[in-house]
């Protein structure tokens, strides 16, 4: 059955660090762009970052530049989000999503498969 499987999610204390990991079955995530969203309670979700599968081209929001990290391990068939410097703001539940091409793009609907989420909370 084709799934994405997120893990890594836990609780942190600001300034801390969590990596992450979205593992793809029944499927190459090489020939996918990933994204990872994020929602927090009663707000929208919202694009945080993707890894383009064509030329690994990575893009971020800018309320995560600087801090965050997406990479892909092609052997693992896993994407990772290493996220530093975390902040209370960016408490959520984080998803990893399958894009339908190669390329990133910003609208929910270009990607086809999601995630169950996996929850970080960031307070001390």
């Known amino acids: 059955q084709l799934q994405l499987v997120e893990s890594g999610g836990g609780l942190v204390q600001p300034g801390g660090s969590l990596r992450l990991s979205c593992a793809a079955s029944?499927?190459?995530?090489?020939?996918?762009?990933i994204a990872w969203f994020r929602q927090a309670p009663g707000k929208e979700r919202e694009g945080v970052s993707c890894?383009?599968?064509?030329?690994?081209?990575?893009y971020y929001a800018d309320s995560v530049k600087g801090r965050f990290t997406i990479s892909r391990d092609n052997a693992k068939n896993t994407v990772y989000l290493q996220m530093n410097s975390l902040k209370p703001e960016d408490t959520a539940d984080y998803y990893c999503?399958?894009?339908?091409?190669?390329?990133?793009?910003?609208?929910?609907?270009?990607?086809?498969?999601w995630g169950q989420g996996t929850q970080v909370t960031v307070s001390s």
């Open positions: 999503a399958r894009g339908r091409g190669y390329i990133c793009s910003n609208s929910l609907y270009e990607y086809d498969y």
């Open positions: 890894i383009n599968s064509s030329d690994g081209g990575t």
């Open positions: 029944e499927f190459t995530l090489d020939y996918h762009a």
